[in-house]
């Protein structure tokens, strides 16, 4: 293992337990203000956001194997599934919790409020941090002034649609193990994480996350704000929609058998 990639590993490592310890300390002194649910998604998406910028930053410049990246991949989603502590970390999984009446609307935009000041705060934190140059590939990538460029390889409207594809399959995982016991549910939504980041990531990065998006597409160079909205944030809005839709209504529409009373009259004779 390379010195580049054990720094970034302590960073991770490094950035997760601040994270948790933050969050548990936080979460205990607000217990009584209502305002512990907020905090805990500020704090989540901030390590939600921070995490992905060093595995972006390790597959984009560190050049790392793509079997070791999407290890990582791997790893991180469960580890963010299991310290979350009932953050979302997505502005499509907040809406699809006020849809379902989970979360009223207006608990639901302060939570994304929430996912998208802590995408931002990473997205300076982060800069800081490689300042430092911990590692030869942090200060390479400070000596570039910490450019990025694009990851759009295809038509805006093929790229949106495979956000659209990855959050449709990640929302769908969501749904249907519910009943699973946290400790292996991680793991299934880690496996489809990881397969659609394998999937999509040569042609959009695969992020199918708003806020962090924002947090690490948006500040790269090669398309405008527009585009990165109707990829990023179009296509990962509508494949949640479609997912819960299919899912709530047509699925169990076409499951529904029909009543004796809408037979055919022949059908009802024979009866």
Same mark, same amino acid.
Request: aromatic residues 8%; charged residues 15%; hydrophobic residues 50%.
């Given at each position: 293992?390379?010195?580049?990639?054990?720094?970034?590993?302590?960073?991770?490592?490094?950035?997760?337990?601040?994270?948790?310890?933050?969050?548990?300390?936080?979460?205990?002194?607000?217990?009584?203000?209502?305002?512990?649910?907020?905090?805990?998604?500020?704090?989540?998406?901030?390590?939600?956001?921070?995490?992905?910028?060093?595995?972006?930053?390790?597959?984009?410049?560190?050049?790392?194997?793509?079997?070791? !990246?999407?290890?990582?991949?791997?790893?991180?989603? @469960?580890?963010? &599934?299991?310290?979350?502590? #009932? %953050?979302?970390? =997505? $502005?499509?999984?907040?809406?699809?919790?006020?849809?379902?009446?989970?979360?009223?609307?207006?608990?639901?935009?302060?939570?994304?409020?929430?996912?998208?000041?802590?995408?931002?705060?990473?997205?300076?934190?982060?800069?800081?941090?490689?300042?430092?140059?911990?590692?030869?590939?942090?200060?390479?990538?400070?000596?570039?002034?910490?450019?990025?460029?694009?990851?759009?390889?295809?038509?805006?409207?093929?790229?949106?649609?495979v956000e659209l594809a990855c959050a449709f399959a990640v929302q769908t995982v969501i749904t249907h193990t519910q009943?699973?016991?946290?400790?292996?549910?991680?793991? !299934?939504?880690?496996?489809?994480?990881?397969?659609? @980041?394998?999937? &999509?990531?040569?042609?959009? #990065? %695969?992020?199918? =996350? $708003?806020?962090?998006?924002?947090?690490?597409?948006?500040?790269?160079?090669?398309?405008?704000?527009?585009?990165?909205?109707?990829?990023?944030?179009?296509?990962?809005?509508?494949?949640?929609?479609?997912?819960?839709?299919?899912?709530?209504?047509?699925?169990?529409?076409l499951s529904t058998k029909p009543s004796p009373r809408h037979l055919p009259t022949e059908s009802k004779k024979k009866?």
């Amino acid at each position: 293992m390379s010195a580049d990639v054990a720094v970034s590993l302590a960073v991770l490592a490094g950035i997760v337990v601040l994270s948790d310890v933050t969050r548990r300390l936080l979460a205990r002194a607000l217990a009584d203000t209502g305002l512990s649910e907020y905090v805990v998604e500020l704090v989540s998406t901030f390590q939600l956001c921070c995490c992905t910028h060093e595995l972006k930053l390790l597959s984009e410049v560190g050049g790392i194997e793509p079997g070791l !990246a999407l290890t990582f991949t791997y790893l991180a989603s @469960v580890v963010h &599934g299991l310290t979350f502590s #009932g %953050a979302i970390g =997505n $502005p499509s999984g907040a809406l699809e919790r006020a849809y379902h009446a989970k979360l009223s609307g207006s608990r639901a935009l302060r939570r994304i409020a929430c996912q998208f000041a802590a995408a931002a705060a990473a997205r300076a934190a982060v800069q800081r941090l490689w300042g430092v140059g911990l590692s030869r590939l942090h200060a390479r990538h400070k000596l570039f002034g910490f450019r990025c460029t694009s990851p759009i390889h295809a038509p805006l409207h093929e790229a949106a649609a495979v956000e659209l594809a990855c959050a449709f399959a990640v929302q769908t995982v969501i749904t249907h193990t519910q009943s699973v016991q946290e400790k292996f549910r991680v793991h !299934a939504v880690a496996a489809v994480i990881t397969t659609a @980041v394998y999937a &999509g990531g040569s042609v959009t #990065g %695969a992020v199918f =996350n $708003p806020a962090l998006a924002f947090s690490t597409q948006f500040p790269c160079s090669g398309h405008s704000f527009l585009e990165y909205c109707v990829v990023y944030w179009l296509g990962p809005l509508l494949g949640m929609m479609s997912s819960v839709l299919l899912f709530d209504k047509l699925v169990p529409a076409l499951s529904t058998k029909p009543s004796p009373r809408h037979l055919p009259t022949e059908s009802k004779k024979k009866a």
